[in-house]
Nanobody, 125 residues
Framework: QVQLVESGGGLVQAGGSLRLSCAAS????????MGWFRQAPGKEREFVAG???????NYADSVKGRFTISRDNAQNTVYLQMNRLKPEETALYYC???????????????????WGQGTQVTVSS
C-alpha cells in the first residue's frame, strides 16, 4: 500500500510563502501522477496542482503563476512551492497519488488512489 506523508504546513502572513513536501513510500513513485488538493472550511476539496510521471504539470487557475509543483523521484517526494499566499487559501492541503500512467494531470479527486493525512496551511490577514 502506498503511503503519503505531508509536511511543511503552518501559519504564514498574507503575501508570504510556504513549501509543502509529500514523501511517498510503498510503490513505484516514478510511475505515479501526483497531485495537491486543498479543502477550506465549508468548501469542497479542490484541485490545486498536479504533475505526471513524465513531468507535465497543471495548476488551478487560482494558483497559476504563484504555485509550483515539482517532484524528486530519487527521494520519492513531491513539493508544492506556494508564493504570495492569500487568506482565502487557508485550508488543509493533501497530496495524492494516481497509479495510472497518464499523459495529462488528473484534476478530479476520484482519479487519485492514495491520499496523505493533510497538512494545515493558515494564511493570516
Amino acid at each position: 500500500q502506498v503511503q503519503l506523508v505531508e509536511s511543511g504546513g503552518g501559519l504564514v502572513q498574507a503575501g508570504g510563502s510556504l513549501r509543502l513536501s509529500c514523501a511517498a513510500s510503498g510503490g513505484t513513485f516514478s510511475n505515479y501522477a501526483m497531485g495537491w488538493f486543498r479543502q477550506a472550511p465549508g468548501k469542497e476539496r479542490e484541485f490545486v496542482a498536479g504533475i505526471t510521471s513524465g513531468g507535465s504539470t497543471n495548476y488551478a487557475d487560482s494558483v497559476k503563476g504563484r504555485f509550483t509543483i515539482s517532484r524528486d523521484n530519487a527521494q520519492n517526494t513531491v513539493y508544492l512551492q506556494m508564493n504570495r499566499l492569500k487568506p482565502e487559501e487557508t485550508a488543509l492541503y493533501y497530496c495524492a497519488a494516481d497509479r495510472r500512467s497518464r499523459a495529462l494531470v488528473p484534476v478530479t479527486r476520484i482519479a487519485y488512489d492514495y491520499w496523505g493525512q493533510g497538512t494545515q496551511v493558515t494564511v493570516s490577514s
